[in-house]
């Protein structure tokens, strides 16, 4: 693994490779989402939520998704929930990719609570790209919009409190565009 990225070079391309892995290839979506702008928007998300959170769970939002996901492609939650994949097998690889990427390991790093705020953020960036979607005319989606609605319902104790409160104002935004600057008062 070690010769794989002995160099800063290598070690750059293959996280640009990671972040142009593509997402939801299960359900498929009118418009590709690659790694790279997931991990923007969880970031962009988290600077407006905790803009002093700590530069631990910033580095391990970027790295949640880019090193294994380049080597396995994205693996559906589903599949990992009901053992399709080894997922002890992608832990681990995850783990020996990111030490030889960025020097160690900053998820496996994370305390409960970045990893509660890594977790949260994940799921609702997940849901915002569907809300999207479904806003595009993907109704497809609204399954999927269901489907996380129902996750959270049920696990809000998982997740910190400004995540919860934060989905639920999601839920009932009803995620019309945003209307350009001077013509807010024409909608």
Known sequence: MNKSF???????????????VLRLHTTPPLRECPNGLHTFNMLAMLR????????HL????????????????DIPAPAK????????????LEMEINSAIWGDDSIRSCSEEEAKWLHGLDLIEFYC????????????MK?????????????????????VDFFYELREFDWAPIPDIGMEDLR
């Not at 053992?83 to 002890?88: C, F, K, M, P």
């Not at 790209?129 to 497809?140: A, I, K, L, Q």
């Not at 399954?143 to 995540?163: F, G, H, I, N, T």
């Open 6 to 20: 002995d160099t800063i070079a290598k070690r750059v391309k293959m996280t640009r490779e990671g972040a142009d």
């Open 48 to 55: 407006i939520l905790w803009p002093n959170a700590p530069r």
């Open 58 to 73: 910033i580095w391990a939002i970027l790295e949640h998704d880019v090193p294994a996901e380049r080597y396995s492609g």
């Open 81 to 92: 929930w009901f053992g399709v994949t080894n997922t002890d097998a992608v832990l681990h």
């Open 129 to 140: 790209f569907c809300r999207d979607e479904v806003m595009r005319g993907n109704h497809n």
């Open 143 to 163: 399954y999927k919009c269901s489907d996380v609605e129902q996750v959270m319902d049920r696990r809000k104790a998982e997740y910190p409190e400004e995540l």
